[in-house]
């Protein structure tokens, strides 16, 4: 809902009640907001806005401020807490409906009787919010909403936010069946304070209990059911009582006082412009902001909103998941497609206000696969889910092509060391962690220092390793944390080889931490590596190279057809055969690289054999350091 301002010919007067009309225009009603604003050096006029038509004034504005309460007082001091209390919508049966109205009751929501003076029913989420608001900035919140699973739906694009703050609506979302018919009205709470971390946040509410009750709680962001936030403009702002962040349409071009650099809103997030005269709706006018105003606006475009590359001719179209901008090919079969902010070509490489993935959690729907191709990120990959209505809390799908899986734009091929997942099916007990993009099983993950949260998948998804490695990458490397520090492993062919002093082994990745019980299983690793693998000892510089699970010394391994780069490990790894054998399983077949003969090993010693395609190449002083039957 847009906001229109009224010119005002007035000068600047010290306090004065600015009435606002607020006009949907897709329902077509119009609310009156009066706030009591307090005008901080106010100079010139406000202007009319366009577009979305948000008020565009220079200054910072002030809601006058109700006296602190803390949060029980506030609860306490509800002026509604004696009134019947019914649920809405008023089909819905519980203890909180079980009053009798009288005989004339007729669970009408226009009904006067049965709604307090903010238009929601009495003791309900929704009535709390809004009285909350009102009490702390005297802001009236639209009382069109609807049920507190429906808020950020109702909500104005420039309300809409994934990134909580103080004085934010937290939304846990409506949800529906596979024939539309609603599930979970859901729930809509009062954001009191974020923690320091930005982990956690403190709500309060009325009616979680369904008994038409208030009270507060402090629960972790990112495995809460609240998944959507309403940004109303209002916020703390340290020794102030209250700062109206004032939010800017769609497009407007922001100029910042202290430096002069300009920003375009796209998508309610400020955007760096470099170049802003190869914009072609550039018309010149830009709006002076402060950088403290600036970095007070949300950090990444809503999902779902769309940027296009103005030196790109139009080709250039990104749609914005979880925070990063991801390229789509063929916007048009895009339902949720409604035009493109433009912005420069180094907006986009320099990420500015943008991630390089998307965050953990986000999901898209492939447009092209009509509904099955349902995807979650986890450390930048999209995940394929099988079974999405088995996962809680799933935020909303953003639609997007399918070539832009295809070529994985903004995306991880699979997901970045560290990130952690929750089998949902498993009921807790099946939690994994990305190594070289493998999911190793953790079975205390509460020994595990700084453990991201979990993202929550399929089964499935893990059975088809959907973007993920059947085995971590060669040079991943572990840190098994029951060891104190003592217990570093690197993958070599799939096979966690132990190292003594990884001090002197280069380029090593940053370690991952499992538990001891994640290496005793060896969860989605070898027990020694893959035949073939090169391995190079870092103290002496010898090659070897892993057969039937052992390590054979290699003489000269340039000559082999097939040499690549080698694992680089401690000689103390090949001496004490960390995860290796001493000789190599029985069977194991290798070729003389000049002689082109062939020997099989058995109980440690070699037999010659006929040609064979599993043969495995090693140097001809090689084959002669085995002793023959």
Request: aromatic share 8%; with cysteine; hydrophobic share 35%.
């Amino acid at each position: 809902m847009g906001r229109i301002m009224k010119e005002n010919p007035q000068p600047p007067i010290e306090t004065e009640v600015i009435e606002q009309n607020f006009q949907d225009q897709s329902k077509g009603k119009t609310e009156i907001f009066v706030g009591k604003l307090k005008r901080v050096a106010l100079v010139g006029l406000l202007s009319l806005s366009s577009s979305v038509g948000f008020l565009s004034a220079q200054e910072t504005l002030h809601p006058t401020v109700a006296s602190a309460d803390t949060i029980d007082d506030a609860i306490a001091n509800y002026p509604n807490k004696t009134m019947p209390c019914e649920h809405s919508p008023y089909n819905v049966t519980g203890a909180c409906a079980n009053y009798d109205w009288g005989p004339t009751h007729t669970d009408n929501y226009n009904d006067p009787s049965e709604l307090s003076s903010r238009g929601y029913a009495y003791r309900n989420c929704t009535d709390w919010v809004a009285y909350r608001l009102k009490q702390l900035t005297n802001y009236d919140v639209p009382n069109n909403l609807g049920d507190g699973g429906q808020w950020y739906d109702s909500a104005s694009n420039s309300q809409k936010t994934l990134n909580p703050q103080a004085w934010d609506a937290a939304v846990e979302p409506t949800t529906y069946d596979s024939k539309g018919n609603i599930t979970n009205y859901g729930h809509v709470a009062f954001i009191e304070n974020i923690s320091s971390d930005g982990k956690s946040m403190t709500i309060s509410e009325y009616n979680h209990d369904e008994l038409g009750n208030g009270d507060q709680r402090t629960i972790d962001i990112a495995r809460s059911s609240f998944t959507e936030f309403v940004d109303f403009g209002v916020h703390p702002n340290g020794s102030n009582p209250v700062i109206l962040n004032t939010a800017y349409p769609e497009g407007a071009f922001l100029k910042v006082n202290e430096n002069g650099a300009i920003y375009r809103m796209a998508g309610g997030a400020p955007i760096r412009i470099y170049n802003q005269g190869a914009i072609s709706d550039f018309k010149g006018s830009v709006t002076p902001i402060s950088s403290d105003n600036l970095g007070k606006l949300p950090h990444y475009p809503n999902d779902g909103e769309f940027i296009s590359i103005a030196e790109a001719g139009g080709s250039g179209i990104y749609e914005f998941v979880g925070g990063a901008p991801i390229r789509q090919f063929n916007w048009g079969v895009l339902p949720n497609f409604h035009g493109a902010t433009a912005v420069n070509s180094q907006s986009l490489g320099t990420l500015d206000h943008m991630l390089a993935r998307p965050k953990d959690g986000a999901v898209v729907n492939i447009q092209e696969a009509g509904g099955s191709g349902i995807y979650r990120f986890i450390g930048g990959a999209p995940i394929r889910l099988f079974n999405q209505g088995a996962i809680p809390n799933l935020g909303k799908a953003v639609n997007i092509n399918s070539q832009s899986l295809g070529t994985l734009d903004h995306m991880n091929a699979k997901p970045a060391d560290g990130s952690v997942a929750n089998i949902v099916e498993a009921g807790g007990s099946g939690i994994y962690r990305y190594v070289g993009g493998a999911p190793i099983r953790l079975f205390n993950q509460g020994a595990i220092p700084n453990l991201p949260n979990a993202v929550g998948i399929n089964s499935q998804s893990l059975g088809t390793l959907d973007h993920m490695n059947a085995r971590p990458t060669d040079g991943s490397v572990i840190n098994i944390v029951e060891a104190g520090g003592a217990g570093i492993y690197e993958f070599v062919g799939g096979a966690p080889v132990r190292l003594f002093n990884q001090g002197a082994v280069s380029g090593l990745h940053n370690a991952v931490g499992v538990n001891s019980q994640s290496l005793g299983a060896l969860d989605h690793m070898n027990a020694v590596p893959a035949n073939g693998e090169f391995i190079k000892a870092v103290e002496t510089g010898t090659i070897y190279r892993a057969a039937g699970g052992a390590s054979l010394k290699l003489y000269n391994a340039a000559t082999l057809p097939d040499y690549f780069t080698p694992a680089v490990v401690n000689k103390l790894s090949i001496d004490n055969h960390d995860h290796m054998n001493i000789t190599p399983n029985d069977g194991t077949v290798i070729e003389g690289v000049s002689s082109q003969t062939y020997w099989q090993i058995n109980g440690g010693k070699r037999s010659p054999i006929t040609a064979t395609k599993n043969a495995i190449i090693v140097d001809e002083q090689t084959v002669n350091d085995i002793p023959s039957i």
